[in-house]
Nanobody, 123 residues
Framework: QVQVVESGGGLVQAGGSLRLSCTAS????????MAWFRQAPGKEREAVSS????????DYVDSVKGRFTISRDNAKNTLYLQMDSLKPEDTAMYYC????????????????WGQGTQVTVSS
Protein backbone atom coordinates (compact mmCIF):
# COMPACT_ATOMS: atom_id res chain seq x y z
CA GLN A 1 0.00 0.00 0.00
CA VAL A 2 1.32 3.40 -0.94
CA GLN A 3 1.44 6.03 1.79
CA VAL A 4 1.76 9.67 0.86
CA VAL A 5 2.62 12.27 3.49
CA GLU A 6 2.85 16.03 3.01
CA SER A 7 4.59 18.54 5.25
CA GLY A 8 5.74 22.14 5.25
CA GLY A 9 2.52 24.09 5.30
CA GLY A 10 1.97 27.08 7.55
CA LEU A 11 1.04 30.72 7.85
CA VAL A 12 2.96 33.25 5.78
CA GLN A 13 2.47 36.87 4.79
CA ALA A 14 1.70 37.82 1.22
CA GLY A 15 4.89 37.97 -0.80
CA GLY A 16 6.55 35.35 1.34
CA SER A 17 7.69 31.82 0.57
CA LEU A 18 7.05 28.28 1.72
CA ARG A 19 8.41 24.93 0.63
CA LEU A 20 6.14 21.92 0.79
CA SER A 21 7.53 18.40 0.93
CA CYS A 22 5.96 15.06 0.16
CA THR A 23 7.20 11.55 0.73
CA ALA A 24 5.75 8.36 -0.66
CA SER A 25 6.39 4.82 0.51
CA UNK A 26 5.16 1.41 -0.50
CA UNK A 27 6.45 1.58 -4.06
CA UNK A 28 9.76 2.64 -5.53
CA UNK A 29 9.63 6.42 -5.35
CA UNK A 30 11.36 6.80 -8.69
CA UNK A 31 8.58 4.81 -10.36
CA UNK A 32 5.99 7.33 -9.19
CA UNK A 33 4.73 10.32 -11.09
CA MET A 34 3.71 13.06 -8.68
CA ALA A 35 1.58 16.15 -8.47
CA TRP A 36 0.32 18.86 -6.15
CA PHE A 37 -3.32 19.84 -5.92
CA ARG A 38 -5.08 22.31 -3.66
CA GLN A 39 -8.54 23.00 -2.35
CA ALA A 40 -9.73 26.20 -0.77
CA PRO A 41 -12.83 26.29 1.46
CA GLY A 42 -15.98 26.26 -0.63
CA LYS A 43 -14.07 25.66 -3.85
CA GLU A 44 -13.33 22.64 -5.98
CA ARG A 45 -9.96 20.96 -5.89
CA GLU A 46 -7.61 22.34 -8.51
CA ALA A 47 -4.35 21.20 -9.96
CA VAL A 48 -1.20 23.11 -9.10
CA SER A 49 1.74 21.29 -10.62
CA SER A 50 2.93 17.88 -11.76
CA UNK A 51 6.23 16.13 -12.39
CA UNK A 52 7.04 12.83 -14.00
CA UNK A 53 9.16 10.12 -12.40
CA UNK A 54 12.45 11.42 -13.77
CA UNK A 55 11.76 15.09 -13.17
CA UNK A 56 12.19 15.92 -16.83
CA UNK A 57 8.53 16.71 -17.45
CA UNK A 58 6.71 19.30 -15.38
CA ASP A 59 3.49 21.23 -15.72
CA TYR A 60 1.90 24.13 -13.88
CA VAL A 61 -1.49 25.73 -13.69
CA ASP A 62 -1.34 29.24 -15.15
CA SER A 63 -2.02 30.95 -11.83
CA VAL A 64 1.24 29.69 -10.28
CA LYS A 65 3.58 29.82 -13.27
CA GLY A 66 6.67 31.85 -12.46
CA ARG A 67 5.98 31.67 -8.72
CA PHE A 68 5.95 27.96 -7.86
CA THR A 69 8.58 25.36 -8.69
CA ILE A 70 8.06 21.61 -8.47
CA SER A 71 11.05 19.33 -8.05
CA ARG A 72 11.96 15.93 -6.72
CA ASP A 73 14.93 14.20 -5.17
CA ASN A 74 14.57 10.51 -5.89
CA ALA A 75 17.56 9.69 -3.70
CA LYS A 76 15.65 11.16 -0.75
CA ASN A 77 12.23 9.86 -1.86
CA THR A 78 10.91 13.39 -1.64
CA LEU A 79 8.83 15.71 -3.78
CA TYR A 80 8.97 19.47 -3.27
CA LEU A 81 6.89 22.50 -4.11
CA GLN A 82 8.73 25.78 -3.68
CA MET A 83 6.18 28.54 -3.43
CA ASP A 84 7.40 32.11 -3.80
CA SER A 85 5.57 35.43 -4.06
CA LEU A 86 2.62 33.91 -2.27
CA LYS A 87 -0.77 35.57 -2.55
CA PRO A 88 -3.82 35.36 -0.30
CA GLU A 89 -5.59 33.44 -3.07
CA ASP A 90 -3.00 30.67 -2.67
CA THR A 91 -4.57 29.87 0.69
CA ALA A 92 -5.76 26.26 0.57
CA MET A 93 -5.17 22.74 1.72
CA TYR A 94 -2.41 21.36 -0.46
CA TYR A 95 -2.43 17.70 -1.40
CA CYS A 96 0.30 15.52 -2.82
CA UNK A 97 -0.73 12.79 -5.23
CA UNK A 98 1.13 9.93 -6.86
CA UNK A 99 0.58 7.31 -9.52
CA UNK A 100 2.51 4.91 -11.70
CA UNK A 101 1.14 6.59 -14.82
CA UNK A 102 2.02 10.16 -15.71
CA UNK A 103 -1.22 12.06 -16.07
CA UNK A 104 -0.06 15.62 -15.69
CA UNK A 105 -2.66 17.79 -14.00
CA UNK A 106 -5.57 15.35 -14.28
CA UNK A 107 -6.53 14.69 -10.66
CA UNK A 108 -8.88 11.82 -11.47
CA UNK A 109 -5.93 9.77 -12.74
CA UNK A 110 -4.00 9.76 -9.44
CA UNK A 111 -4.63 6.81 -7.17
CA UNK A 112 -2.55 7.72 -4.13
CA TRP A 113 -3.20 10.82 -2.05
CA GLY A 114 -1.92 12.36 1.13
CA GLN A 115 -3.97 13.95 3.90
CA GLY A 116 -2.94 17.46 2.98
CA THR A 117 -1.03 20.33 4.53
CA GLN A 118 -2.60 23.73 5.14
CA VAL A 119 -1.14 26.84 3.56
CA THR A 120 -2.50 30.18 4.74
CA VAL A 121 -1.34 33.46 3.20
CA SER A 122 -2.29 36.61 5.06
CA SER A 123 -2.68 39.96 3.34
Amino acid sequence: QVQVVESGGGLVQAGGSLRLSCTASGLHFDDLNMAWFRQAPGKEREAVSSINWSGRNTDYVDSVKGRFTISRDNAKNTLYLQMDSLKPEDTAMYYCAADLLYSGLRSEMYNYWGQGTQVTVSS
